[in-house]
Nanobody
Framework: QVQLAESGGGLVQAGGSLRLSCAGS????????VGWFRQAPGKEREFVAA????????YYGGSGKGRFTISRDNAKNTVSLQMNGLKPEDTAVYYC?????????????????WGKGTLVTVSS
């Protein structure tokens, strides 16, 4: 019954960077697969990045590939998303998701827990 809390969103100029953080409650958060998703106005929720619990392997959606980096710090029970070279089309609410029973979350269907989101706005 993990609780997730995202932070780090804000307003940034195109080309800038932001680092989002997902903090998970409980000592077993390191055993959860974790993913980042985003939802822009008028669009469906989109997969951004994921990190597995078994080996901390990383996966990226096409939009952020080459610009975003996901990582985890088990000692701090956090998963971060470093976003560089931000574009106006990256503007969205970013959500952290987690699940204890799968190795990796690549679709939102398998995520058991969700944070409430953090807003990222990229100006041009």
């Amino acid at each position: 019954q993990v609780q997730l809390a995202e932070s780090g969103g804000g307003l940034v100029q195109a080309g800038g960077s932001l680092r989002l953080s997902c903090a998970g409650s409980g000592p077993t958060f390191s055993n959860h697969a974790v993913g980042w998703f985003r939802q822009a106005p008028g669009k469906e929720r989109e997969f951004v990045a994921a990190i597995s619990w078994r080996s901390s392997s990383t996966y990226y959606g096409g939009s952020g590939k080459g610009r975003f980096t996901i990582s985890r710090d088990n000692a701090k029970n956090t998963v971060s998303l470093q976003m560089n070279g931000l574009k106006p089309e990256d503007t969205a609410v970013y959500y952290c998701a987690a699940d204890p029973l799968v190795n990796v979350i690549l679709t939102q269907k398998r995520a058991s827990y969700w944070g409430k989101g953090t807003l990222v706005t990229v100006s041009s």
